[in-house]
Structures are given as C-alpha cells and as structure tokens.
C-alpha cells in the first residue's frame, strides 16, 4: 500500500511520488492516518509486516527525500542531456585506457612527466577516481545547474555521512566484489590466453603458407 500527502488544492496527485509518499511494501491491518500539523503526519495500526523486498530495499537504500527532489528538478532529460552525462562517465575510462594502453601516448606521457610507468598508472587511475568522479560533477552542479554548494553536495548524496552504509552495506559489497574477483580474472586470463593461442595458430598457418609457396617456386 501507499500513503500519499499532498495539498488539497493539488490537480496532480502526488507529483513526486517518492518525496509525497511512504509505506510502500507494508501490510497493515487497522491502519489510520492522521494529518496533526503542517509537516506531522500521525500513523497508527494494529499490525503489519514488511515484505522481503521492502526489507531489502531499507537496508541497501537511504531514502533522502531532499536528494529525489533535487533528481525531479535538475536530472537530465532530454536524450541530448542523458547522452552527455553518459559520455562524460565513459571519459574517464577512455582517457585512461589511451593514457596507459597506446604505446606511443603512454611512452610520450611517460616521458613528459618523468615518472616510472608503475607510478604513471597509478596517477592515472587515482586522478580520475577522485578528481574526475569528484571535482567533475561538482563544478557541473554549481557553475552550469547554478546549484549552492550544500544542493551540490546533496545532489551526490555527501551532505550527510551514512554511517549504516560506510559501516555495515559498503563492507558487504566489498566482501562480495572480492569473492567475484577471481571469477572475473580467470575469465579475463581466459580470453586473453584463447586470443593468443588464436594469434599463435594464425600466424603458424601464414608461415606455413609461405613456406609451400616458395617450395613451389
């Protein structure tokens, strides 16, 4: 069920569903609703449950109705938009794999700025982890969205620290992403191992090839 406030003279109802409504997933017997002030809404039951999903989603999810008024109001909309915030996440991973990946670029880069190629790397990587991922869309914020600097920082969610998350959800998702490791490894070692067994057998094939031609000769 939903339990929705809005204004009365309101044609719409609600217009942000997630900023007007609460109790989504629950099941309640004997369920009131009473509006006791401007910003006070008294809820009694006799009793409910929550189902899994719901349980769920409250432990993985912070809801934040300041953070979804903000989305409803400044989130790209138009496919121009979305394609843009779109490149801009695939930048990062596109300059680094130039930066590190093409021979002459890296060699250039490396020379250019006098660091060791494992020192090079790891610039690289931390530069866009966080001053891409960071200054990037902070200065988007305030100097195009022409937010403040507190609604910048609530458009990210870093107004207020999430002690459940850093303490409790952020330690899970590393345990699960470090049991995966390896899975995705092998799999990469895999593909690379196949891709030059595949260049191996090519190339064998090619000499092979010439070898007859110039025996024929």
Not at 7 to 16: A, G, I, L, T, Y
Not at 47 to 54: E, H, I, P, Q
Request: hydrophobic share 50%; glycine share 6%; aromatic share 14%.
């Amino acid at each position: 069920m939903d339990v929705c406030v809005a204004n009365s003279s309101d044609h719409e109802f609600p217009k942000n569903e997630k900023a007007q409504c609460f109790l989504h997933g629950f099941d309640f017997s004997g369920l009131s609703v009473k509006w006791v002030s401007g910003r006070d809404v008294e809820v009694a039951f006799d009793n409910g449950r929550v189902s899994l999903v719901k349980r769920l989603r409250r432990f993985l999810v912070r809801d934040d109705a300041e953070y979804d008024a903000l989305v409803q109001k400044y989130q790209a909309r138009t496919l121009a938009g979305k394609l843009f915030y779109l490149f801009m996440h695939l930048l990062p991973g596109l300059l680094a794999y130039v930066l590190i990946n093409i021979f002459l670029v890296h060699a250039a880069a490396v020379r250019l700025t006098g660091l060791s190629d494992p020192i090079f790397q790891g610039t690289c990587l931390v530069g866009f982890v966080f001053v891409w991922h960071l200054v990037v869309p902070l200065a988007i914020l305030r100097w195009v969205d022409h937010l403040s600097f507190r609604d910048s920082l609530a458009f990210l969610s870093l107004h207020e620290f999430d002690g459940k998350g850093f303490f409790l959800v952020m330690p899970v998702v590393f345990v699960v992403y470090t049991l995966l490791s390896p899975v995705c490894t092998s799999v990469i070692i895999w593909q690379a191992w196949t891709w030059s067994e595949l260049e191996s057998s090519s190339l064998s094939q090619t000499g092979s090839s010439s070898t007859r031609q110039s025996s024929a000769h």
